[in-house]
């Protein structure tokens, strides 16, 4: 009995302690939950407008200096989105301008049912997709193709990062790290991770910008997930061992 | 549980997607499984170190040369 307590005890603390470290809520949940505990004591209020639309309307009207607006606010993501599908910087140069002209040239079909951005993102990865079709080194490019491999998706390395990376390495060092662990990933997991986890677009988001389905974009996501740990894991285990 | 059973729920417990009852199977299960621990740890930090740095910046001038290109041909609409 009372080792039973002590064990929820336990339980609870170590809960609570995940918390303390932040678990991994998705901005949306954490809005969604400030809005719920908002609810009980205040009004409604009538849901707010992004920015974005007003722009994206004056853009439509024929003002070049909106759209140039949107283009500094969206430059940086479209080129990481482009570079992390690629792993070409010219393609991901190429692929920014031609996703932008692309937008501006169909603003017109933009309904505003999906956030300017996602929208943006959507034309992106479809360019970044079809450089890649045009490579004809590379194997795994289809979204619709089920990625089979198992390959480092099952855990093997199961130590702490203690102490972590940034106490490892200096920046430049850990940023080719990052890049070159994510370079091995294939396309299928590496584009998944980036639209979800880096860019932060929801996992329906994501399969709408890449035409799968929810739970294919959640499996290919965790095994994104999951060989990105095991071969960062190693990187590290090397580091302190040596 | 079993680890692999914990393995799936992974990304739904990212999420915070598991519900109630299963939630509290995968709070014991990680109580008890080392193992299983070091990789939801190690996973979050995954996704950290990814999400908070941008390891693919603009080369020096590329920003200006990309807006200059893209403006030049985006001709006002009537």
Same mark, same amino acid.
């Given at each position: ?16 302690? $995940? ?26 209020? %009538? ?32 080129? $990481?989105?482009?570079?992390?599908? %690629?792993?070409? $910087? ?27 951005? %996602?929208? @943006? ?10 450089? @890649?079709?045009?490579?004809? %080194? ?23 990062? $203690? ?80 | ?78």
């Amino acid at each position: 009995m009372g080792g039973s307590i002590a064990r929820r005890a336990l339980c609870i603390y170590t809960k609570l302690g $995940r918390l303390e470290r932040g678990l991994l809520i998705q901005p949306s949940t954490f809005q969604f939950v400030c809005k719920l505990s908002m609810s009980a004591t205040q009004t409604p209020i %009538t849901e707010e407008i992004h920015p974005d639309v007003a722009l994206v309307a004056r853009a439509k009207g024929g003002d070049t200096a909106a759209f140039e607006q949107l283009v500094r606010q969206y430059d940086r993501q479209i080129f $990481r989105v482009a570079q992390h599908i %690629t792993q070409n $910087r010219e393609d991901a140069e190429d692929i920014t301008q031609d996703a932008f002209l692309k937008a501006y040239e169909k603003l017109d079909q933009f309904q505003g049912n999906s956030k300017f951005s %996602t929208w @943006l993102v959507r034309i992106a990865v479809n360019e970044s997709l079809m450089r @890649l079709r045009k490579r004809k %080194t590379s194997k795994t490019v289809s979204m619709d193709e089920d990625v089979q491999t198992e390959e480092g998706s099952i855990p093997r390395d199961f130590a702490e990062w $203690r102490p972590n990376p940034e106490q490892l390495y200096g920046q430049s060092e850990l940023a080719d790290i990052l890049r070159k662990t994510i370079q091995g990933l294939p396309p299928g997991f590496r584009t998944v991770f980036t639209l979800r986890d880096i860019e932060n677009l929801s996992t329906e988001e994501t399969a709408e910008a890449l035409g799968l389905s929810v739970p294919a974009v959640k499996s290919r996501l965790l095994r994104a997930r999951l060989q990105l740990r095991e071969r960062l894991s190693r990187y590290f285990r090397q580091k302190k061992e040596a | 549980m079993t680890c692999t059973d914990f393995l799936s729920k992974l990304t739904d417990y990212f999420d915070g997607q598991i519900p109630a009852d299963l939630l509290v199977e995968v709070e014991e299960h990680l109580c008890g499984c080392h193992h299983c621990e070091v990789v939801l740890d190690t996973t979050r930090q995954t996704i950290a170190i990814y999400r908070d740095r941008d390891i693919y910046e603009f080369s020096p001038g590329m920003r200006e040369r990309l807006h200059t290109a893209i403006m030049a041909k985006c001709t006002p609409k009537v």
